[in-house]
Nanobody
Framework: QVQLVESGGGLVQPGGSLRLSCAAS????????MGWYRQAPGKQRELVAA???????NYADSVKGRFTISRDNAKNTVYLQMNSLKPEDTAVYYC???????????????WGQGTQVTVSS
């Protein structure tokens, strides 16, 4: 069993900052890519940022220069530092991780439960 637990969402004014965290736990042999997605009401879920096993990162164009993704491999945790937040960043943010479990040769994608981020004055 693997779980992803997110924290750090909330209400913030435009121009403010938030930091999201997502910790993976359970029967984990190795964590590969980790990332953050978001889904706004009436819209499809979209990739916000991802960080791969070697540390390479990629970002959605809409968040480049404002958001930073990082990870702590020892803690199987991924972070998303969000600065200069805009109302259009309002969404439920989901953590995703590509994980190989003990005793298995393949890997599977896992999702967190989601955390609400609301940017409003």
């Amino acid at each position: 069993q693997v779980q992803l637990v997110e924290s750090g969402g909330g209400l913030v004014q435009p121009g403010g900052s938030l930091r999201l965290s997502c910790a993976a736990s359970g029967s984990i042999f190795r964590v590969y890519s980790m990332g953050w997605y978001r889904q706004a009401p009436g819209k499809q879920r979209e990739l916000v940022a991802a960080i791969h096993g070697g540390g390479n990162t990629n970002y959605a164009d809409s968040v480049k220069g404002r958001f930073t993704i990082s990870r702590d491999n020892a803690k199987n945790t991924v972070y998303l530092q969000m600065n200069s937040l805009k109302p259009e960043d309002t969404a439920v943010y989901y953590c995703n991780a590509d994980i190989q479990r003990f005793g298995r040769y393949d890997r599977d994608g896992y999702w967190g439960q989601g955390t609400q981020v609301t940017v409003s004055s």
